[in-house]
């Protein structure tokens, strides 16, 4: 405990018998200074998290438009919803993009981060240029993205013309199927990353003597991921999954500016169809109930991660 | 560490380097796409016969019609200033929450914990609709106060969870000797543990820092003046007419937004690692 000298070196010391103030007084006592210190952050998540959300289950119930109060209709908004096939095709997709998404990005990330648990030169630049896609604004990467699957100047056609792969070009985002198949390559592009670098970490942790023991024992490099890797960083990865798949369920900004949820309507997600309706279309109401589709699964998810915490404490 | 041992170098090439050039090239390409997309001319831009991976005539007149068309020059200071103003009173509020929630025993301590785990895992998709309302009620609309106020739902926290795991590090001892010495609760706690705290405080407000520069959702609801648009915005907004989209401009307005994050990222990396990784953890 070397660092209690250093900290009563720092002169705090208030030796004389001044009497505090009825404030200070008051701050002495744990929970008076646990509220003090916790107001600021209640006052903000109550003002703009706590009450959006009342108002948004007020919303999804009524039939307000922008510019006129709302009337209460019941679970007419739903109804709507569920007849309407932009809709069941955007709840579709979204469980559609955030499944594929996830297990592309658990599986390359995992790559990458065996990869990167490695000795080699330049470890630490390549390491950080990995996570790059993560760290630039997603919307401007994303336009770089939707610059090259352009319908006439796309890189990709270029390339695959120029080997002969194809003779004709490929219209990427114009076509429903393969659109939401350009949406999860840029996400897992966007995502992977994440995986990467929290499991690397996951994987740091691990005792190389593990690995050692298991080699003597016979195991070779597959079964040892198997059997020493996997069992040991399974917390962390779950974690990271659970996080990946909430962000990735109420993803908008990737969907929205790479296809805007066209062509004809075919890649709409909650989210953006939810803005759509909402923003586009004025009909808060109708959005609300929309973006509300988001909260089963959400609660679920924050359900079992905190079962999850509670269980490994 | 448990590097394999491999048998020879072929093998390490096949199973190590390749895929690692694979990677890192799949992962830069479309910044260099970006790069040479900005400083391409027009007349080979929109030529199909041309090769699209170099130029020899390279040239700026993408950024200069960047400054000429848009309020670029405004949104990038509009993106600092909100980027700033919600960092600060993130780590205020979450650094005290965090203090309050690691160091102090009062009733509601477990709960409260939870529900700002809980908050921290609600998505803006989620809440933006309602959240329009409630920034027009408050008079917010279109000013940067409107993302300012509302950035900090996702960063406080998470601001709030990194530090309350980095004040469950720092022993609680040491402040135990500064409250001998005659120091009182709140002196102990700024003087003593707060500057302890400063590594944790720098990673969340790196981390911080770049999400509210890369923010879309609420600056596009709330937002909607050009001079009041944000990088993202803008650049999305403003540089796309009905269906032509300029790409040199645009290209280029992506990089220069670009650079500022790399830049603060590629000097704190260390401190970003630990906070994507804390942040998880928890």
Sequence with gaps: MSRITIATGVPVAVREARRPSRLGQLLEKEHVLAGALLAPTLVILTL?????????????????????????IGLDNFRVNLNDSIFLRAFQNTFVYTFIATVLKLALGMAAALLLNHHFRFKRLVRASMLLPWIIPTVLSTLAWQWMFDATFSVFNWMLLNVGVISD????????????????????WRGMPFFAITLLAGLQTINPDLHEA??????????????????????????????????????????YVLTRGGPYSSTHVFGTYAYEIAMRAAKLGQGASISLFLFPFLLTVIVFQLWYIRRSD | MAAPRYGGRLKRAVVFYIPLTVMVGATLF????????????????????????????????????????????????????????STGISLFCGLLAGYALARLSFRWAAPLGTMIFVTYLVPPTLLFIPLGDVVKT???????????????????????????????????????????DGASRLQAMVRISFPLALPGILSAGIFAFTLSWNEFLYALVFLASPQQK??????????????????????????????????????????????LTGAVKG
């Excluded at chain 1, 429903?176 to 996400?187: D, R, Y």
């Excluded at chain 2, 950024?63 to 509009?78: G, R």
């Excluded at chain 2, 969870?161 to 402040?175: A, C, D, S, V």
């Design chain 2, 230 to 275: 944000t990088i993202p915005i803008g650049v999305f907004t403003e540089l796309v007419r009905g269906d032509v989209f300029y790409w040199g401009p645009l290209m280029a307005g992506a990089l220069l937004g670009s650079i500022p994050v790399a830049v603060v990222y590629s000097f704190f990396v260390e401190h970003y690692v630990t906070a």
């Design chain 2, 138 to 180: 408050f008079g917010l609309g279109d000013t940067p106060w409107a993302v300012i106020l509302t950035y900090p739902t996702f960063l406080i926290p998470f601001c709030t969870w990194l530090l309350m795991g980095y004040f469950k590090t720092i022993p609680r001892e040491i402040e135990d000797c500064a409250r001998i």
């Design chain 2, 30 to 85: 479309p910044f260099y796409w970006m790069v040479i997309t900005s400083i391409r001319p027009d007349t080979e831009l929109y030529n199909v016969n041309m090769n699209p991976f170099y130029t020899l005539h390279p040239t700026l007149k993408h950024f200069h019609d960047l400054f000429e068309l848009t309020m670029f020059p405004q949104w990038a200071w509009n993106t600092l200033f909100i980027a700033t103003v």
């Design chain 1, 48 to 72: 703009f998290i706590a009450y959006p959300f009342v108002l948004g289950i007020w919303l999804a119930v009524s039939d307000k438009v922008v510019g006129r109060p709302g009337n209460f």
């Design chain 1, 169 to 188: 070009r490929i219209l990427w985002l114009g076509d429903g199927t393969l659109a939401m198949g350009c949406l999860i390559t840029v996400n897992v």
């Design chain 1, 214 to 255: 298991a080699e003597i024992d016979g195991a070779n490099a597959w079964q040892r991921f198997w059997q020493v890797t996997l069992p040991l960083i399974k917390p962390i990865m779950l974690v990271v999954v659970l996080f990946s798949m909430i962000a990735t369920f109420a993803d908008f900004q990737l969907i």
